[in-house]
Structure formats: C-alpha cells, structure tokens
T-cell receptor
Framework: DTEVTQTPKHLVMGMTNKKSLKCEQH?????MYWYKQKAKKPPELMFV???????INESVPSRFSPECPNSSLLNLHLHALQPEDSALYLC?????????????FGPGTRLTVL | DQQVKQNSPSLSVQEGRISILNCDYT??????FLWYKKYPAEGPTFLIS?????DKNEDGRFTVFLNKSAKHLSLHIVPSQPGDSAVYFC???????????????FGTGTQLKVEL
C-alpha cells in the first residue's frame, strides 16, 4: 500500500482566514514533504520533515506554517494568504530520510485564495 | 537554472504505438531518477525509477533508459494506451546525501496524448 491521503480536497479561503491542510500516511515512512504546484509547472518543494523534525524549509513565507504531530501526520497551517498562493498543495512521503528515494504523493488540496 | 529539462512540452502518439519521453539533466551529482505520471487536479503517481548503476529498468509496459555520459534519460511506453494520456514528469535526486531528508528536482513535464 502506497497511499497518502490529504484533506480537504478543495479549499476556498479569504485573505484573513486561518485554515489547515492535513496529510496522513500509514506506510511507516520517516520523511514527509509539502509541495506547491501551479498550473503547467512542476511541483515546487516547500518543506521536508525527517523523523518528525523540520529538516528543510525552502525559504517559504511565514504565512505557511508546517507541523508534524506524529510520524503519520503532517499539517500545513495557513494564515493571511495572498491570491497568488492559490495552487495545488501536495503532500508526499518517503521511506528513507537521507539521499534520494521514491516519494509517494497524495491527491492534493486545491486551494483558492480570494 | 533548470537542472532537469524536458524539452518537449507535448507529445501525441497513436494507440498501440511506442511513446518515448525524454529528459536531460545537468547536475552530475544526480544518481537516482524517477518518472511520475500526473492527471489534472491529482497528485503525481510514481511509475518507475532507475539508479545510476544501471542503464535500463523495465516494469511491464514501462522502460526507463539512462545514458550517464549524455546526462539523458528516456521513458518508453509500449504499447501506448488512451489511459496513458497525462503529464509525465521526470525527477532526479542524489542518493549519497546524508541527513535532512531528500530533495528531488523535477522537470517541467511533457503532456502525452494517446489517440485512438
């Protein structure tokens, strides 16, 4: 089973709202990722968690705040977003922490910021 | 600087024929390569990978070829089916990095259309 689940599937929020995206995997993977994908572009890495600790932050604005409550869950808290933050937000996980490894992606959350 | 490039934004192939998707990279530190398939509004689905110690990996209808000297890889799909119509991304990473989680660099994608 290589399933990564994400909720919600769609989210519409205003610029003053606070919302959260959730991601879950039960494959025992020790690395989890948040990506942002705009139309006709490749996925763009935002954050990497390794063994539940933030290991990579790709200079993401502080209005995006990740959280890893346990080894199976990954959240992305959103606050004071801008319309240009509208995108597909993808969560992924991989078994290995160091080096390259296959990442398995969830279906994504389509975010629209009004 | 685009370290992983897919120079063909689109490709159209007839059902039953071979689809060949190409990918070039510039970073000689990359030693692990993957292909993902993506439908609109869905997450990328892993297809096949190859390590730099190999030059070919096959899984059913999908074969990936790696030419390290040319820094080029290709994905062959035989026979192509209408359900293969999607965007295909190649991705590259470095297996020897330690700690900190791993980073994959994605190409810009090729839209494959398999026609009846």
């Amino acid at each position: 089973d290589t399933e990564v689940t994400q909720t919600p599937k769609h989210l519409v929020m205003g610029m003053t709202n606070k919302k959260s995206l959730k991601c879950e995997q039960h494959m025992g993977h020790r690395a989890m990722y948040w990506y942002k994908q705009k139309a006709k572009k490749p996925p763009e890495l935002m954050f990497v968690y390794s063994y539940e600790k933030l290991s990579i932050n790709e200079s993401v604005p502080s209005r995006f705040s990740p959280e890893c409550p346990n080894s199976s869950l990954l959240n992305l808290h959103l606050h004071a977003l801008q319309p240009e933050d509208s995108a597909l937000y993808l969560c992924a996980s991989s078994q290995k922490v160091g080096g390259a490894d296959t990442q398995y992606f969830g279906p994504g959350t389509r975010l629209t910021v009004l | 600087d685009q370290q992983v490039k897919q120079n063909s934004p689109s490709l159209s192939v007839q059902e039953g024929r071979i689809s060949i998707l190409n990918c070039d990279y510039t970073n000689s530190m990359f030693d692990y390569f993957l292909w993902y398939k993506k439908y609109p509004a869905e997450g990328p689905t892993f297809l096949i990978s190859i390590s730099s110690i190999k030059d070919k990996n096959e899984d059913g209808r999908f074969t990936v070829f790696l030419n390290k000297s040319a820094k080029h890889l290709s994905l062959h799909i035989v026979p192509s089916q209408p359900g293969d119509s999607a965007v295909y991304f190649c991705a590259a990473g470095t297996q020897t990095l330690t700690g900190g989680g791993n980073k994959l660099t994605f190409g810009t994608g090729t839209q494959l259309k398999v026609e009846l």
